[in-house]
């Protein structure tokens, strides 16, 4: 909650400067069709900047764990069953999405299909590396400092569960990976 | 040794206990069976959670507490289903924490002391690569949310197997120390491993309709499985030792116990304790 505070303060001042247009499509949602898709947009944006707790340069949507977007719903997904940053993102993405004026969209949790690394997007993965974490590959891992691919693991698991700590042989810097999930 | 049957309680004696249903009430067995896979992965998930802070390289720590953390995970999925099923307003807390040792479904295997750091892999590996199996079937459950359950664990899980069955064949095949102290980690574990294939009413009754698996069906998979690993670390067999049953009918051992009152003693103290 407090490392999201920064994004739900800025959503907060967005809901601000448009508050009628927020009670407009929260006074939409009753009316069956009307607004919906303006609705889904306006969602997805206040997703776009909620961002992940424990890697906060990457957003929930960056990240894939948002599954879909309806009007009055909303379907995340877990990374790890056991990821204590899960809860910590539903109530971030509550927080935002009622600051936005979405009181009445739910949220809710789908299990299956399974969460991958595959759903973080293009942007998400550029995010990481920029930010210093390799993001998941299949292929030869690069280190997010130098690019060099003469990298080794160190420890199968980092510091989350969702990350390996690995080591760069050119430049000697050692780096988290994001591990294929 | 081998040829002693299994030391078990005789069913006669155990009877139907207070929270016990009849194996004919689908509700009951469904309840009693999530019993049975959440206890695993809340015990050992307790179990890995003691060495945090005290392991040997801070790798090793981050190794056991990630995998702590996604067993408590899995525990917490399949307790809270355990409680909606039972419909007694239960859920995954009260579950876990709530319960008396004899009320436990795990298995005798997750319960083990973690000994040493050998003894802690042994356990892992053994433990790992049976649930890896039980979840891959789990996956196609006639029940749906068990099914979900094991799709999202199954991955986590082939982790776990793959970081134990990498220390086993690096402590067997290391130096004469680290290879007499895995030795000893499975000689320990040994005679708790066929309790994991064992088969009675409820598993028969919940596969038959599709919900359960039967471990008996992997097996031969899991010994394959076991033996290339124990190979490869220039380790023999299994030792054939008299097999130990009855965690799953609230038989356990007395390590169980001193488990829980550490596991329980906060939320039973504080019953309303939030933070």
């Known amino acids: 909650m407090v490392k999201g505070g920064a994004a739900i303060e800025q959503v907060r001042a967005r809901d601000q400067q448009s508050r009628s247009s927020g009670a407009l499509s929260a006074a939409a949602g009753g009316v069956e069709g009307l607004g919906t898709n303006r609705d889904c947009e306006g969602i997805r944006q206040v997703l776009a900047s909620v961002p992940d707790p424990e890697i906060p340069v990457i957003s929930v949507l960056d990240l894939g764990i948002v599954r879909s977007v309806a009007a009055d719903r909303v379907v995340i997904t877990p990374t790890y069953t056991g990821c204590p940053a899960t809860q910590v993102i539903e109530r971030d993405i509550r927080a935002a999405l009622d600051a936005a004026g979405y009181r009445s969209v739910r949220i809710e949790t789908a299990l299956s299909p399974a969460w991958t690394t595959d759903w973080i997007t293009p942007e998400g993965r550029e995010k990481l590396r920029a930010y210093g974490i390799a993001p998941p590959t299949r292929g030869a891992v690069a280190c997010p400092q130098c690019g060099s691919a003469h990298t080794e693991e160190i420890s199968r698991f980092g510091s989350t569960p969702c990350k390996a700590l690995w080591r760069c042989r050119d430049c000697a810097e050692p780096f988290d990976l994001f591990k294929c999930h | 040794?081998?040829?002693?049957?299994?030391?078990?309680?005789?069913?006669?004696?155990?009877?139907?206990?207070?929270?016990?249903?009849?194996?004919?009430?689908?509700?009951?067995?469904?309840?009693?069976?999530?019993?049975?896979?959440?206890?695993?992965?809340?015990?050992?998930?307790?179990?890995?959670?003691?060495?945090?802070?005290?392991?040997?390289?801070?790798?090793?720590?981050?190794?056991?507490?990630?995998?702590?953390?996604?067993?408590?995970?899995?525990?917490?999925?399949?307790?809270?289903?355990?409680?909606?099923?039972?419909?007694?307003?239960?859920?995954?807390d009260k579950l876990a924490f709530h319960r008396d040792v004899l009320d436990f479904r795990n298995c005798l295997l997750v319960e083990q002391p973690n000994g040493d750091f050998a003894q802690t892999m042994a356990r892992q590996f053994l433990f790992s690569t049976w649930q890896r199996r039980l979840l891959r079937h789990l996956a196609g459950s006639a029940d749906a949310r068990i099914a979900a359950i094991a799709e999202k664990a199954v991955k986590e899980v082939t982790y776990h197997a793959e970081l134990a069955a990498e220390w086993v064949i690096r402590l067997g095949d290391g130096t004469e120390e680290s290879r007499r102290r895995m030795m000893d980690g499975l000689e320990w574990m040994a005679r708790f491993v066929p309790e994991l294939f064992e088969a009675d009413g409820l598993t028969a009754f919940l596969a038959e309709r599709g919900v359960a698996a039967d471990p008996d069906s992997f097996r031969a998979d899991y010994e394959e499985e076991v033996g290339a690993v124990l190979a490869a670390a220039g380790l023999p067999l299994l030792p054939q030792?008299?097999?130990?049953?009855?965690?799953?009918?609230?038989?356990?051992?007395?390590?169980?116990?001193?488990?829980?009152?550490?596991?329980?003693?906060?939320?039973?103290t504080y019953p309303e304790a939030v933070w």
Not at chain 2, 41 to 49: D, E, F, H, Y
Not at chain 2, 245 to 253: A, D, F, I, K
């Open chain 2, 241 to 268: 030792q008299r097999p130990i049953l009855g965690g799953r009918r609230g038989h356990h051992s007395e390590h169980l116990g001193h488990l829980l009152c550490t596991m329980q003693f906060l939320p039973r």
């Open chain 2, 1 to 92: 040794m081998a040829s002693l049957p299994p030391i078990d309680i005789p069913p006669a004696t155990t009877g139907n206990g207070a929270f016990d249903a009849p194996a004919d009430d689908p509700n009951g067995a469904l309840f009693d069976y999530l019993l049975r896979l959440g206890d695993d992965s809340l015990v050992l998930g307790q179990r890995l959670s003691e060495w945090t802070g005290h392991a040997a390289s801070v790798e090793v720590d981050l190794s056991l507490a990630n995998i702590a953390l996604d067993l408590i995970g899995q525990a917490t999925l399949l307790l809270d289903y355990a409680g909606e099923v039972e419909g007694r307003g239960r859920d995954g």
